[in-house]
């Protein structure tokens, strides 16, 4: 029996490590190791700032993988110093944000990232990452029964369309469920609880599944009815977004704005004002879009809190730039100018003069 307690203590991190029977403190000795032997691990990134804090999210992770254990789940649970462990704080949450709890799988950080508190919230996530990307359903209505929204998929296994939902399902784990529909035809329909059913009509590919499934996840108001006239803003909706900002062959001057915004309203003229300076310019979209009533289908690359935002996306890129100075036609102009894909002049304005106001 005294051998056996030996045993368990100086084996206690292979055993920990294989069967997550405990919460384990990662060093930048030990970190890589653990990732990559288990093929999940949710690992704490977090900063001490106080033993009162400390003690309650400690209490909490371990209410949380008591919970997992009672349910069987096996994913380990990990905690990192960033404090003592500065480098793997730069790595991984370079956001510097904490804490901030990381979905690891096969020894590499996914896009997986959330600020949890609480046990329920911490089991609740580990449950939703752990579970198959694809189920099985034997009607719609096993659906809605377990799930709010979600993807019913009629196609047979190892089809391209069943391939390329189970990676876009991959990477939405946390956002909606999909099932499998034993059927003859080939059907992709999208379900949620007091909406339409959309049904999908694009190709069998990885990009057009995720365009699709983004614009049902997107809060959206209807695309206007008619096109903007020559020197209107173009509006932008959370549906149109992807099209008309995102994949634009042109560059974008996009304001995000909120109608009961004070700051947003004060800001009409002057957007009104850059739309006219800027009519000439065929290369460049000026476009607004109210950000109360619509969301940004891709928030991990595009997202605001604030209004208005301006962003200038160029042609051919994603990635925007935000607009921090002076909101003025000439210092907007400039702004555009430095960003733009291709020359751009005003009549009348001295943009070199700017700087020296």
């Not at 380990?76 to 904490?98: C, K």
């Not at 007091?194 to 614009?215: I, L, N």
């Not at 995102?246 to 004070?262: E, I, K, R, T």
């Not at 619509?294 to 935000?322: C, H, L, M, Q």
Request: hydrophobic share 40%; proline share 5%; charged share 20%.
């Amino acid at each position: 029996m005294v051998c056996f307690a030996i045993l368990v203590a100086v084996n206690i991190w292979s055993v920990e490590s294989r069967i997550g029977t405990g919460v384990v403190p990662l060093t930048s000795a030990t970190f890589q190791s653990y990732v990559s032997d288990n093929e999940k691990v949710l690992v704490d990134f977090y900063r001490p700032d106080s033993l009162t804090s400390d003690t309650k999210m400690t209490a909490e992770l371990n209410e949380a993988l008591r919970v997992l254990r009672s349910d069987g789940c096996k994913v380990p649970l990990a905690r990192v110093n960033v404090a003592r462990e500065v480098d793997l704080a730069q790595r991984y949450v370079p956001q510097d944000v904490f804490p901030q709890l990381v979905w690891f799988l096969h020894g590499e950080p996914t896009s997986y990232h959330r600020s949890l508190h609480t046990a329920e919230s911490i089991a609740n996530f580990v449950f939703i990452l752990n579970r198959r990307s694809i189920l099985t359903a034997e009607s719609e209505t096993d659906l809605l029964d377990t799930y709010n929204r979600g993807i019913i998929m009629q196609t047979a296994k190892g089809s391209p369309l069943y391939k390329a939902v189970e990676v876009v399902a991959g990477k939405f784990l946390d956002r909606f469920a999909v099932m499998l529909l034993q059927g003859k035809s080939e059907r992709l329909t999208w379900h949620e609880t007091e909406k339409t059913t959309a049904t999908f009509d694009g190709d069998h590919t990885v990009e057009s599944v995720e365009r699709w499934v983004r614009q049902q996840l997107t809060r959206s108001e209807e695309p206007p009815s008619n096109p903007a006239e020559p020197g209107e803003a173009v509006v932008v909706v959370g549906q149109t977004f992807a099209d008309l900002v995102m994949n634009a062959n042109m560059d974008v001057f996009l304001m995000v704005y909120a109608p009961w915004c004070g700051y947003s309203r004060r800001f009409y003229p002057i957007w009104d004002e850059l739309k006219l300076a800027v009519s000439h310019l065929a290369h460049l979209r000026v476009a607004q879009m109210d950000g109360d009533r619509n969301d940004s289908p891709y928030p991990e690359v595009v997202s605001w809190n604030a209004f208005p935002t301006v962003f200038f996306f160029r042609a051919g890129t994603t990635k925007p730039w935000v607009f921090h100075g002076n909101r003025t036609v000439p210092e907007l102009l400039k702004f555009a100018q430095t960003h733009s894909s291709k020359p751009m002049e005003f009549d009348g304005i001295d943009l070199e003069a700017i700087s020296e106001l």
